[in-house]
């Protein structure tokens, strides 16, 4: 009777262990799915050009609203349209010219580099703001850096800025937009070049005006 008590209680025990062991297994196949699952979704964010992030590289996709009629002495007859070519980019440094678009959606930055439209056009007083992806035409950009040269052909003339500040902000981060006393440009891309998925940050150029073909 007593190794009959001693055998039916080990059952208990056994039934125990062995439904710890399932739960466990069931919660390994679990959490390595929902990784996979992760991974997989940011690989193919990082494939489509990180649609949801990379919107302009700091501002979100709407259109932006379009700045007041150019006053009397500017550079430019008038605006462009979203999505029209504006001029090209070259950097020297690179030895890469990259053609511009006015806009920052989806549309312009599958096509070369983005002019934000908020921003004023290249050449003229305040913040010339470009972006483009870094995957494509700034996949190099992290070569570029402080003293190099970056040259903007537009209708209105050629402009040569030189880099004097590289930052790295986080993608939420707007000062990369805010008005400057005096002609500067300001670059950006992803950051960093080599991050799968959603990058958290961002790679700024600022860059001064230091001649142009109109003066």
Request: hydrophobic content about 35%; aromatic content about 10%.
């Amino acid at each position: 009777m007593g190794s009959r008590r001693k055998r039916g209680s080990k059952r208990p025990t056994r039934l125990l262990l062995l439904s710890l062991s399932i739960v466990f297994i069931l919660f390994g196949i679990w959490f390595s799915s929902t990784n996979a699952y992760t991974f997989l979704k940011g690989y193919l964010l990082f494939k489509v050009k990180q649609t949801e992030v990379e919107e302009w590289q700091g501002v979100p996709l709407e259109k932006p609203p379009e700045l007041k009629e150019k006053e009397q002495g500017s550079l430019y007859n008038k605006r462009p349209e979203l999505g029209e070519n504006i001029g090209e980019l070259f950097i020297p440094k690179l030895k890469a010219s990259l053609p511009i678009f006015h806009g920052t959606n989806e549309e312009e930055l599958a096509k070369g580099v983005g002019h934000y439209a908020g921003s004023v056009l290249p050449g003229e007083n305040d913040n010339s703001v470009l972006s483009g992806h870094r995957d494509t035409v700034f996949r190099n950009l992290g070569e570029v850096g402080k003293g190099d040269l970056l040259i903007v052909k537009t209708e209105a003339g050629e402009f040569t800025y030189k880099v004097k500040k590289v930052r790295i902000v986080d993608s939420d981060d707007r000062t990369v937009i805010v008005p400057k006393p005096k002609a500067t440009l300001t670059v950006s891309t992803c950051y960093p070049f080599d991050f799968i998925g959603a990058s958290p940050e961002r790679y700024i150029l600022i860059a001064d005006l230091v001649s142009s073909s109109n003066e």
